[in-house]
């Protein structure tokens, strides 16, 4: 689509994430725990990681929490501990951040996917059955966008074929299902603190969070060079440990989560109000029993493309998450798929769209998106 001509005269910026905004409501916070790290010189495996893994698992209802270096250390070392080997089969969602399929090609294993549901873009559990071969080790299941996977049938099937479960937790954390927080469905769950994540970190962190002790010890030994005791190396790891400047600020973060939670859910029922008025654009669903916590806002619509220019004219920062399905990555290539093989993972890609979301958004932000989304259509 062409420029158009009528851009209106300049607005405040409307970004899509603002950091910035959140870090002047709690930098004195996190300035005096970095200091107290410094203070303590003790940089790596020390107490404030292990004081937030005990945190987090709380927060997903689960007994262990185990830190590491990033989301996607979490799920490699996740499907290892879960007896992934190179040449196994591993089913997952092909409408997803491309860590969650890397992980799995990490360790040699075949990434088979299995199509998403329309309204929810999250697994379709009926999708599991066609794809399941004997070669099958396990399900990797995405919470996309906040949202979690109808995890009941996944977990019945699972349990009929005797598959792990891993979540891929990055987006969700704090979310729930059934009252259940996403997190403790899953044989292991992963979570990623990346920057821009709900619970972000200044920098790479993740965790894996189980109630397994057997899988927890495994996963703790092989994020430390496979040493289960000081310089005694039991199997072969590598160095994925969370440091602990990153656990102190996360651990700020963490007491402001609930909070900063519940303003994104003011906000997307703000904006699903305002966009009840306005035919054309699908809102998130949010499926029964599911609390959303609104990691993207992200709606769907035709002319997606069109829109994102529109907005980007408008100096209202948008995103598409992810304008590519992982069966139609370059990195795929060799397994062979086509456009058509998962209808609805690729209609995805081409019509969300990811809107303003974070918790110091204004109420006249969130109606001046919706007024220009209004304006475009007119268009
Ligand atoms: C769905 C999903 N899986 C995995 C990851 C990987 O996490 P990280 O960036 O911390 O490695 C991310 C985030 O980036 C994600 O959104």
């Not at 799920?75 to 591993?90: K, N």
């Not at 060079?225 to 994925?240: A, C, D, I, L, V």
Request: proline fraction near 6%.
């Amino acid at each position: 689509m062409t420029s158009h001509p009528q851009v209106p005269a300049p607005f405040e910026p409307i970004p899509q994430l603002d950091l910035a905004a959140q870090y002047a409501t709690i930098g004195a916070e996190i300035r005096t725990a970095v200091e107290h790290v410094m203070a303590s010189q003790q940089f790596i495996l020390g107490r404030e990681g292990a004081a937030l893994e005990v945190e987090i698992a709380k927060l997903c209802g689960v007994t262990h929490g185990v830190g590491m270096a990033s989301g996607t250390d979490a799920l490699i070392l996740a499907l290892r501990a879960c007896g992934v080997q190179a040449g196994d089969e591993v089913l997952l969602p092909p409408f997803t951040f491309v860590a969650t399929g890397s992980a799995v090609s990490a360790l040699g294993a075949k990434p088979v996917f299995a199509d998403i549901r329309p309204d929810t873009y999250n697994l379709d559990p009926s999708e599991l059955e066609r794809r399941v071969t004997p070669r099958t080790r396990a399900i990797v299941v995405v919470h996309l966008y906040g949202l979690s996977a109808d995890m009941d049938p996944i977990l019945a099937f699972a349990k009929a074929r005797r598959l792990p479960v891993i979540e891929d937790n990055a987006q969700a954390v704090g979310a729930s299902y059934k009252g259940r927080r996403t997190g403790s469905f899953g044989d292991v769950a992963c979570l990623s603190f990346y920057p821009t994540k709900n619970l972000g970190a200044y920098g790479d962190a993740g965790m894996v969070v189980t109630n397994s002790d057997e899988l927890a010890a495994r996963i703790r030994t092989l994020r430390n060079h496979g040493q289960s005791e000081k310089y005694r190396s039991s199997e072969p790891g590598w160095n994925s440990r969370l440091d602990e400047v990153q656990a102190a600020i996360l651990r700020v973060k963490l007491r402001h989560l609930s909070g900063w939670q519940r303003a994104r859910q003011s906000h997307a029922a703000e904006y699903n109000q305002l966009f009840s008025q306005l035919p054309g654009v699908m809102p998130p669903l949010v499926a029964e029993g599911c609390e959303h916590v609104y990691h993207q806002y992200t709606i769907r619509i035709e002319r997606r493309d069109a829109l994102h220019k529109f907005l980007s004219e408008r100096k209202i920062g948008s995103t598409v998450y992810y304008p590519y399905p992982l069966h139609l990555q370059p990195l795929y290539s060799t397994l062979g798929h086509k456009a058509g093989d998962f209808p609805h993972s690729e209609r995805a890609a081409q019509e969300v769209l990811s809107l303003p979301m974070y918790p110091e958004l204004r109420k006249e932000q969130i109606a001046r998106v919706v007024e220009t989304l209004a304006e475009f259509f007119k268009c």
